[in-house]
């Protein structure tokens, strides 16, 4: 066992009579922050330690081709939310191994928060004006920004814009 947060470290694991347990680097005993993990929610939230954590080595190979690309020997690309394997976290160090991005541990993959925009780890009227410089953009013009383009329709709108302040209020309670 390697790259992992185990409860109670490895005094926490139980080995049967005559077993083994292999214990070897990069494990942790930490909160892993789960969103909400008494309502069965264990995505990672900002700031967990098992972000950027992991092993890339251990990551199995695609060979079920789940992103359709012919290539069955690399990683699974998809965490089990059907969401990128591999994201960088930037406010994150990378403490797990493996060459950048490192996945994170466990079986989600933090996306960050997608409202926020300038990437500070916290949702304000920073991202609120980086939001407003892009609304009314579509996909060519020079202030468009494909961030603030929730909905992924190549331009920015009052959907748009809803999508942003309902993941505002999440982020602020």
């Known amino acids: 066992m390697s790259y992992s947060d185990v409860q ?4 926490g694991i139980y080995v049967e009579t005559e077993g083994t347990l292999n214990w070897g680097s990069g494990n942790i005993a930490a909160d892993p922050l789960f969103v909400n993990a008494t309502g069965g929610d264990v995505r990672l939230s ?3 330690p098992c972000i950027d954590a992991g092993s890339n080595e251990a990551v199995p190979a695609d060979s079920a081709d789940l ?3 012919g290539d069955t ?5 998809f965490d089990l939310a059907g969401n990128p394997r591999f994201v ?3 406010n994150t160090p990378d403490t797990g191994v493996g060459t ?3 996945v994170d541990m466990g079986a989600y993959e933090y996306q960050g928060i997608p409202c926020d925009l300038d990437i500070d780890g916290d949702v304000d009227v920073d991202d609120y004006w980086i939001f407003g410089d892009a609304f009314g953009q579509s996909t060519g013009s020079p202030e468009y920004n494909p961030a603030c383009d929730f909905d992924g329709d190549g331009t920015v709108t009052l959907v748009d814009y809803q999508m942003w302040l309902q993941c505002y209020r999440d982020f602020n309670g």
């Open 73 to 77: 020997t690399e990683p699974i690309p």
């Open 46 to 48: 900002p700031g967990s």
């Open 88 to 90: 960088d976290d930037p």
């Open 67 to 69: 992103d359709g690309d």
């Open 8 to 11: 109670g470290g490895q005094a």
């Open 100 to 102: 950048p991005p490192i």
